[in-house]
């Protein structure tokens, strides 16, 4: 055996790398924030009413004697802590930004449920962002990704209660070097849309002036996609059987 | 929901097209659908659209949009007025701002009886069961329309001074009513009912189910039908409360329009007089305040500046025009007055989307974003854990991540869906040494000599949350604060180079060395490729652990390691094996050590 063999990063981590290093190219500062969240972050900000169905879409681990916080089910809250942080800075849009980290959904876990995955948020904020360029994005992004295959994106419509309009993106990835379950079908892979003006308003910005894009994606779908990866557990479960394999 | 497309077909005169088409349609101009079976769409309707949507009249209306093709009548579209009145039913409302309107149908001379078979059909081809005619017909009313309903037997409510009396109320602490599935419910104040005003008692849960004491049976003659409008959160807080959900709560919890109400109540009343004749004594209508009319104005500009596209003002027209939402233009602005039950349309860019999911989202053309003015900031924490990640691997350190989930820790969550680990961890220690302990077992199979782990990850000790990074080794196991660096830009950094992952066996593997004497210059390859060749598909590793030279002869020992996909393999197995590999090496007239 060799004396010092090289560590390997987790997948995911090698994932992150690359999805900031594309969007860096793009323009876009990776953001973060913490994962013990308050709801006015989590929720009300993001234009979810109290009581109201759309939360019960979310499945929330709340904290006990901590009223009022919740281990964030989305990284959208960069939707409003992004556009906060710049403003106390003195900075006025134009603004991008990507938020990478962990997320949580209580559910019980199986092959395809983890309670803990993670996410990557993009947002960009400007006088004249347009959902065209929320497609351009994507697709420049996917295409990135999966370098050497031919990336296809296509909108579905959909409903989040901070974008409007809202949908849902597929993706198609065609190409020899594709893994054949992801090969010229279809595949939901996002949730996105133009920012609610009431968020606009919610992270100090005027939306009659300003108007932005946000997507959502979650990282260990991709490298699930993008690996043949069987089971989502692997991803928490420090196996180096697995691990070691990326 | 489930819809029906011999149901949605009977709004249209045009034939509609298959199951399968109709599918196409919702998904990329409306709702995802979760399944096609047959000629029943499993359509999931969106929270914003519950208002108007949960219904086969809405599905209806998206199609005819959509597909363009006209509806014959669109019942909601006339009006419905509640007359006659009549003094024989009175309704009181003690709670007004959750019950915002109560109407209500006197029907006598009723005949209950089985439903006709269309009826039947149609009810049990959406997974409804038929009751009698007079509960179907409440029932049709609600899949068709989207109100629900609810017939009590007014021979089993109090007639007193020339009147039944209904009121709607709080309910009391720990009062109780009987379902009408046979179930005894609990109640809270938190929570409406409608009472038998003589009496006191409650005869329905409002808007969730009613009493089992006041149902429709084969004897009912007489009956008051009621349609009311609850609202929304009460409704969904006592369907919570109760765990009890049902085709109403679901309807009511979404909020629908009180307008909806005497839509609902004069199909429904229609319904049964046809269905089991009896004539209308009268009607009921406690509306203290109407809904008002809502107006929303959408620039022709505003709609191409968030979409980025150059739609035309008569594209967009034709879009209202189809969702059959009325509008007046004034040069390039739209003002819509949406119909009362599109409670979703509110704001310009509700309308945006309007115009998007109708004209279609493939007319949306990619455009990628100007290059950014500024040069984007560098994340002083991720910069670290980069750094971090850079220098660990090249010392033979893995990446892990462990649940933040833990046994211990300053703080907990609540309403942990599994019940285990509801603590926040406070430190890597504890998963990083489990982490470990797993992993070593597997190091011959990993082919390492030592295992080494790191672990980046967020802790909350102390009151704050914080990233730490952790590492394990033969050492122990350690952690410190991850400090954040400060930097220009990032280091350009390898990303993994796999195409695919293994899935690997778990079950355990059996290690075997052999050594041999070889003569001098013996390529090690050229000895593995011969061990593998008769080790086969159980050999997973294989590699030269050990090389000495003495005089003309060289020792070369190998690490081999076992293990079946099927099944934990015995020693007497991999003793064959082993057997195999002495008899080859030894035919090149290598000496086994």
Known sequence: ?246 | MKISREWLQTYFEKPLPDAATLAEALTFHAFEIESVEGDILDVKVTPNRGHDCLSHRGIVKELSAILDLPIKADSLRHPAPLEPKTEAVRVTIENPELCRRFTGAYIKGVRVGPSPEWLRVRLEAIGQRSINNVVDATNFVMLDMGQPLHAFDAGKLTHKDGAYSLNVRAAKNGEKMLGLDDKEYELAPSMLVIADGHTGEAVSIAGVKGGKPTGIDETTTEIILEAANWDGTNIRKTSQALKLRTDASDRFQQVISPELAAYGLKAATELILELASGEVAGFIDEYPRPQATNEVTLPLARANDVLGTTLSAPVIEDVFRRLDLSHMQEGDTFTINPAFERLDLVIPEDLVEEVARIVGYDKISPVELPAFPERPDVNSNFYASERARTELTAKGYSEVFTSVFADAGERVVANKVDGVRPYLRATLVDGLRDALERNARNKDLLGLKEVRIFEIGTVWKDGIERIMLGTADSGGVKEISLEPIEASTYDDLPISTTDRYHSFSKYPFIVRDIALWTPAGTEPETVLSIIRAQAGQLLVRSELFDRFEKGEKTSLAFRLVFQSFEKTLTDEEVNAVMEKVNEAVKKEGWEVR
């Open chain 1, 1 to 246: 055996m060799q004396e010092t063999v090289r560590g390997h990063i987790h997948p995911i981590s090698s994932l992150i790398r690359e999805a900031n290093r594309i969007f860096f190219d793009m323009g876009f500062t990776f953001a973060d924030g913490p994962l013990l969240e308050s709801e006015w972050y989590n929720f009300d900000a993001l234009n979810f009413p109290k009581d109201h169905p759309a939360r019960d879409m979310q499945d929330t681990f709340f904290m006990k004697d901590e009223p009022g916080y919740v281990l964030r089910t989305h990284t959208s809250a960069a939707q409003i802590r992004y556009p906060e942080t710049q403003l106390a800075k003195g900075i006025q849009p134009p603004y991008r930004a990507v938020s990478i980290g962990k997320v949580f959904r209580n559910e019980a876990t199986d092959i395809t449920h983890e309670a803990e995955f993670f996410q990557i948020e993009g947002l960009a904020i400007g006088e004249d962002i347009t959902l065209a360029n929320l497609k351009g994005t994507l697709e420049r992004f996917f295409r990135e990704l999966f370098k050497g295959a031919h990336v296809e994106i296509r909108f579905r419509p959909s409903f989040f209660p901070f974008t409007e309009p809202s949908v849902e993106v597929d993706m198609r990835i065609a190409g020899e070097k594709v893994p054949e379950k992801l090969r010229d079908r279809w595949i939901e892979i996002a949730g996105a849309g133009m920012m609610h003006p009431t968020v606009i308003r919610n992270g100090g910005l005027d939306p009659d002036v300003y108007k932005g894009f946000a997507f959502g994606c979650g990282i260990d779908r991709i490298a699930i996609l993008k690996w043949g990866i069987d089971d989502i557990r692997l991803m928490h479960s420090a196996d180096l059987r697995f691990i070691d394999q990326f």
